[in-house]
């Protein structure tokens, strides 16, 4: 019994206490903007963009060289790698260039592969204004025997129209947008 009241007291105090930090969640929005393009006969199969673990669900902002901090209180709702994989598949589908675009294994046979990996995606706070930075490596290959065609790293920099993670949202999925349809752009023209 002498026991009870002290750990009932501490129950109590931990409940009363504790505190809760809400967390929110930021969509990714790119718009779909690409020229369309002559439709040939080519079929590309789009690997999942890959990322490190740095730039999952965390909102990242670096604030010098070698050093970044990440939004305590906020995340993405989506994986970045997967906002961007989907914006560029459907880019590319828009594009009309390629009779069928979709993830490798869904298409027998498929004429050029895409991969690539997602180099940076964060909060510039180095610069003024503040950038949202998307650096995006691609990877278009010859299917068949799996000879480079093209490889680039695309750096789109969006600026910030003021610093709250609203704006910050925004300014991401332009650069997204922006990433997307220069990727676009450079796959079409190396498949022609």
């Not at 020229?35 to 999942?48: I, K, Q, W, Y």
């Not at 610093?163 to 023209?189: G, P």
């Amino acid at each position: 019994m002498r026991y009870l009241l002290p750990l009932a007291a501490i129950f109590v105090a931990g409940c009363l206490t504790s505190s809760y930090t809400q967390i929110e969640r930021y969509t990714l929005e790119p718009k779909i903007d690409v020229e369309r393009t002559a439709s040939c006969d080519l079929t590309l199969g789009v690997n999942e963009i890959e990322s490190t673990r740095l730039y999952r669900d965390k909102i990242v902002a670096r604030v010098d060289e070698y050093s970044v901090t990440f939004h305590s209180d906020a995340v993405w709702a989506e994986m970045p790698d997967e906002v961007i994989t989907r914006a560029l598949m459907d880019g590319l589908v828009a594009s009309g260039h390629f009779s069928d675009v979709a993830d490798p294994v869904e298409i027998e046979d498929a004429d050029y592969t895409l991969s690539g990996e997602l180099r940076k995606f964060e909060e510039l706070r180095t610069t003024q204004p503040v950038m949202a930075v998307c650096h995006l490596r691609l990877e278009l290959r010859e299917a068949s025997d799996n000879t480079l065609v093209w490889f680039d790293t695309i750096k789109t920099e969006v600026p910030l129209e003021s610093q709250n993670l609203e704006s910050l949202a925004k300014a991401m999925s332009q650069a997204i947008s922006d990433a997307v349809r220069i990727a676009v752009k450079a796959v079409v023209a190396r498949t022609e």
